[in-house]
């Protein structure tokens, strides 16, 4: 009986926490936006996009670069190594670019995010906020969910097309594939509707989610030094678990209805 009221305590509890989380995600989309709210949301897009691009580009570069090296060891054995332009792009506006790309996000933004919100909980500056008229939710949470939800699709587009330039470099530039196979092999079987906007689709939902995620961690952080870094930590994974579970989901959706 023990067993059984303590896997009751546990669902009722994680039923509790999922009812917080969604309550707060409403709370921070739905609301009267201010006139301040652009330039807000400007600046989160500049502190969790462009600030973590170099990141991107970098991990692009060579993630490219290694899918065109395996794909050449695979392929050259028989004699089709031309298909490794449309092998590196599906591979990657289909799972890797979306996955990568979001897993670097929640490493980099995500865990800012939370940090920063925890820390702003700390210091008692949300309660101040309350204090002054003036809501949290909307003046601090919203411009920052709506700043992921758009940059982390900019930024998986970008992953892309370095990761595509990387895997050209290595295959055309050092390994001697035709240049004019691998481009043309790429753009005859890459689909746009199918391939490149699915992947947006995906990058949007995974946006969503980190930021999320992210937000409410920092939002609901224990006031104190060892809070912030739970938080944070448990932000990054649960972003990480949500990022692989939804993209099987999300995969599985797609294929479906193409068929």
Not at 57 to 65: H, K, P, R, W
Request: aromatic residues 12%; contains cysteine.
């Amino acid at each position: 009986m023990e067993w059984i009221a303590s896997v009751g305590r546990n669902s009722l509890d994680f039923l509790a926490a999922w009812g917080r989380a969604c309550l707060f995600l409403f709370t921070a989309m739905i609301g009267k936006p201010s006139r301040k709210f652009f330039p807000r949301f400007v600046q989160q897009v500049y502190a969790v996009g462009v600030l973590s691009l170099p990141i991107i580009l970098f991990a692009a570069l060579f993630v490219g670069m290694v899918l065109g090296l395996q794909g050449y060891t695979v392929l050259v054995r028989f004699g089709a190594e031309e298909a490794l332009g449309q092998m590196i792009a599906l591979s990657l506006v289909r799972e890797l670019g979306p996955v990568v790309a979001a897993l670097l996000f929640a490493g980099r933004a995500g865990s800012a995010l939370t940090a920063e919100i925890s820390l702003l909980k700390t210091t008692e500056q949300l309660d101040t906020l309350r204090l002054m008229g003036i809501e949290p939710m909307h003046r601090i949470v919203a411009p920052r969910f709506f700043a992921g939800i758009v940059c982390l699709p900019l930024l998986t587009l970008i992953f892309n097309a370095v990761a595509i330039l990387g895997g050209y470099m290595l295959c055309v530039e050092w390994l001697g594939v035709d240049g004019g196979g691998f481009w043309a092999n790429m753009q005859a079987n890459v689909n746009f509707r199918e391939d490149i906007i699915n992947g947006v689709i995906k990058s949007v939902v995974f946006g969503g989610v980190i930021t999320w995620i992210a937000v409410y961690q920092g939002y609901q952080s224990k006031p104190t030094g060892e809070g912030i870094a739970l938080a944070t930590t448990r932000g990054v994974v649960y972003s990480s678990l949500a990022i692989l579970a939804l993209d099987f989901i999300l995969t599985a959706v797609m294929f479906t209805a193409f068929q």
